[in-house]
């Protein structure tokens, strides 16, 4: 029985002749690079917007809040091309000409566009883990003497950043997924490989095949290593209550 | 600025294209996509979720499958094998609904994951009160459980809505004329005007999923949401079933873990 109306026969030599292989091994580096990169950077920005959301004053509040509803609603596609033709554009004094000639631009207007897509979503992730640690917290930290820095550091951030860890790590992977975007600006990563192999060789399904089985594979590694933390990181609760009231003042 | 208000003149070319004498391209091809592929996602993805609440270990863990597998790979590499294979297999698509149908497989499984976190979030009980006021399974399903599950999951669908409109703009790399490329063909041609016509491209894109978060955000506050990170995935509703298998058959067949 034939089911479908096949006609293409695989030849799965193509993906490890010569100049291919050399592309796929770099679009792996660089799409591993970019992921990282933006996930470290995005985070620290989407933190301080975060906290620049959570601020009492206008002055922070308001650029930060337009920042995100800006960003969130604008499609990160969008953020890759900006940062790659128009960026250079607007910049003056002709940094922009210096650019341009720079080879490698388009994986650095990769990482920044990928940022910007991703520090708005990291921010409101932030921001909901830091408006649910108790208020009880801060004022014992407070009154222990510590100051707003040392709260931050001590008390406020480890709290929140225990109960944000799944969302954030599903961000993160999706972070890891939307770097595929980036061939659309010509940055040689994996998905950029691919086509290239498509377009010489007009044999894309096993480069293609290879590709999906990377990117499947090395989100689920990610999403198991993050329950993993999670569970590591878990504070359990009963177990202090019990030591503590086990040889405690008044037990 | 004055730049800018020259390109917003032109707002019917971003918004519709030629559409009357030549295609539709555009905003309006956006949006279209967006809903086509989540109506098409909606229905594969009630089925999909309730075989993913399902205790029958044969209807359960292919659908996982397929959910997991879709989810963790890139929309772009899905557009891909809609782009290269479907020829292969003798399916002639045109670009349209070639996007369609990789924006569909998309939007399936996450519309699966939904569904499932709405369909857990109904209360036990509930199958069991149709059922003894004389109901039949199946119109417990369609008259009790359903609009209560719909119920929870309508913030999740509109912010979900959101998302994949923006997801829409990925199709134009493989050359649907839509709003992006729409954009691009225009400061293309008039290099010089680049900076406007990004941003003309921004504000129509901003303008809808504004809105869109904006109806989500409401009904958030009045519909309450869905904690989707607490429901662990070996969970499943044995008081869901359409079709009851005899008890020694289900014995074999049947895990024990309910919720």
Known sequence: MKLFNLRYEFDWGIPFREPFVGWLITGVELTLLIAVVTAITSLVIGTIVAMLRCSRFKIFNIPAKIYVELVRNIPGLFWLLFFYFVFPEILPFGIGDKLHEYVKYSVVAGILGLTVDNSAYVSDIVRTGLLSVPRGHIEAAVSTGLNRFQQLRHIILPEAFRTILPPLGSRMIHNFKNSSLCMAITAPELTWAIQQVESITFRGLEVTFLATVFYIGLSLIMAAFIIKLEKHLKIDLTSIKEKRTGDGLFS | MDFFLEQLANWKFYCIGTYPTGPLTGLALNILLAILSISLGFFFGVILGLGRVSCRMYIKYPCSIFIDVVRSTPLLMIIFWAYFVLPVLGMQLSLFWCSVVSLTIYATAYQAEIVRAGFLAVPFGQMDAALSTGMSRFQALIYVILPQAFRMMLPSFVSFFNSMFKNTSTVYIIGVVELTRTGI??????????????????????????????????????????????????????????????????NMLVTNKSK
């Not at chain 2, 901003?206 to 429901?231: Q, R, T």
């Open chain 2, 185 to 250: 063909i225009i400061s293309q041609l008039k290099p010089n005007r680049i900076f406007a016509s990004y941003m003309v491209m921004a504000l129509g894109f901003w303008v809808v999923c504004y809105s869109l978060s904006y109806i989500s955000e409401v009904l958030e506050k009045k519909l309450g949401v869905i904690d989707y990170e607490a429901y662990k995935p070996e969970i499943c509703r044995q008081d869901l079933v359409l079709f009851p298998l005899p008890s020694m058959i289900k």
